[in-house]
């Protein structure tokens, strides 16, 4: 059963404008969460994150929105540039419960920014 | 120089062959995983270590085996290498020190791509 679910594969935007790539999870238990920026033959990179006591976080043209009672977070790039063409993995990681923290990863959404 | 390496880049082996994927950090952190991506699956974790004598499964370990030789260093190995373990396969650290109540970050290696035939 999927507890971090990307469901878009997906996402065109034009080049300036706004990107937002949402996320939903399942398990209560998660209280951060990440983002990572992953391009073709490289490793994921980290992005930003927001701990479950924040409703955003913001860094330059990246902010990442939460809302824990709809279990939902999203991300939004403001202007949007060619080079944020990448795949973008949602992630979240649970202090108590078991998981040691772990990250559980969504599928990713594949954004492609047109100039 | 990259913090986080992987060798090889590329594999490329045959069914029931033993190989070895290889991970080192110059980061300093003491946690260390391995995770696979296959399309459309995402990241899944294989295992992972706290420590030099910590080593803890992941959600998909059956067929691999790890070893972590020192902190710096955590080998991912495939006893006997079948096609379904195909794929690109991530190393990654994180330090546990964090400070300001800032949660664990983790930093990837950049991907060794496993063909099993």
């Known amino acids: 059963d999927q507890q971090v679910k990307q469901n878009s594969p997906s996402l065109s935007v034009q080049e300036g404008r706004i990107s937002i790539l949402n996320c939903d999870y399942t398990?209560?238990?998660?209280?951060?969460f990440l983002w990572y920026k992953k391009y073709p033959a490289e490793g994921p990179t980290f992005l930003i994150s927001?701990?479950?006591?924040?409703d955003k976080n913001e860094d330059g043209r990246f902010t990442v929105f939460l809302n824990k009672s709809a279990k939902h977070l999203s991300l939004h790039i403001v202007p949007s540039q060619p080079g944020d063409s990448a795949v973008y993995f949602c992630?979240?990681?649970?202090?108590?419960?078991?998981?040691?923290?772990?990250?559980?990863f969504g599928k990713g959404t594949k954004l492609s920014v047109k100039p | 120089d990259a913090d986080v390496t992987q060798t090889p880049r590329n594999r490329i082996t045959k069914t029931g062959k033993r190989i070895m994927l290889e991970c080192s950090q110059t980061?300093?952190?003491?946690?260390m995983y391995w995770y696979r991506q296959d399309p459309g699956l995402g990241l899944r974790l294989i295992y992972y270590?706290?420590?030099?004598?910590?080593?803890n499964k992941g959600e998909i370990s059956d067929g691999y085996s790890v070893s972590r030789q020192a902190q710096a260093k955590f080998s991912l190995s495939l006893e006997s290498a079948i096609p379904n373990q195909t794929a690109l396969y991530f190393c990654?650290?994180?330090?546990?020190?964090?400070?300001?109540?800032?949660?664990?970050?983790?930093?990837f290696g950049p991907g060794t791509r496993l063909l099993v035939l």
């Open positions: 990654a650290t994180s330090d546990h020190k964090t400070s300001g109540g800032a949660r664990e970050t983790q930093y």
């Open positions: 398990n209560s238990m998660f209280d951060y």
């Open positions: 927001i701990s479950s006591i924040k």
């Open positions: 992630a979240a990681s649970a202090r108590y419960g078991g998981s040691q923290g772990n990250l559980i």
């Open positions: 980061k300093g952190h003491d946690r």
């Open positions: 270590s706290f420590d030099v004598k910590d080593i």
